[in-house]
């Protein structure tokens, strides 16, 4: 019996900012361009006990403080260092910088039907404005914190002309 394992690579996640939180209909872009890395940190919350009648200790996962930091080079015409940018700029604060980010796992994807689904997260998020930089001989560079807010929903995405539309579990049409 042989299994087939598939080496996945840096394009088998990707995660889109919703550049317009105040609009009734989601406008997806696509977090890429200018960042040659991103992490995505868990942090997760533990509770740790040692009981007095045992050596050692126990430990249950509470939850998580799920966000990234992230540099991005700055692309002026690119969606989200449009947006972050203006962030800065204005110096916005409280609620102005809340919006949602959508994470698509392209590798666990259901190709029965005429269309792909991809498994997804919808987040709540609020984008933190952190530091720009200047350096001789290089680029202006953001860097910014994308921190969840919250609960995420799970879904599923299609694509249509490269914009994803996000469907809640439970309420996929078949």
């Known amino acids: 019996m042989s299994e087939k394992f598939q080496r996945l690579n840096n394009t088998a996640k990707a995660k889109f900012l919703n550049i317009a939180p105040t609009a009734t209909v ?4 696509i977090i890429g361009r200018g960042i040659t890395s991103n992490e995505n940190s868990y942090g997760a919350k533990t509770t740790d006990e040692h009981w007095i009648l045992e050596d050692n200790e126990r430990h249950s996962l509470d939850g998580y403080a799920l966000g990234s930091d992230v540099e991005q080079t700055a692309i002026k015409g690119d969606e989200v260092f449009d947006y972050v940018d203006n962030l800065m700029f204005y110096m916005k604060k409280g609620s102005e910088c809340e919006t949602q980010m ?5 590798y666990r994807v ?3 039907g005429s269309t792909p689904k991809y498994d997804a997260r919808l987040f709540n998020v609020l984008v933190v404005p952190d530091t720009d930089s200047i350096e001789g001989g290089a680029a202006l560079k953001i860097k910014y914190k994308i921190q969840v807010q919250g609960d995420p929903v799970f879904g599923k995405v299609t694509f249509a002309n490269g914009k994803p539309t996000f469907v809640e579990e439970g309420e996929e049409t078949a």
């Open 26 to 29: 989601p406008n997806w872009a």
């Open 110 to 112: 259901d190709e029965t």
């Open 102 to 106: 959508l994470e698509v796992y392209k």
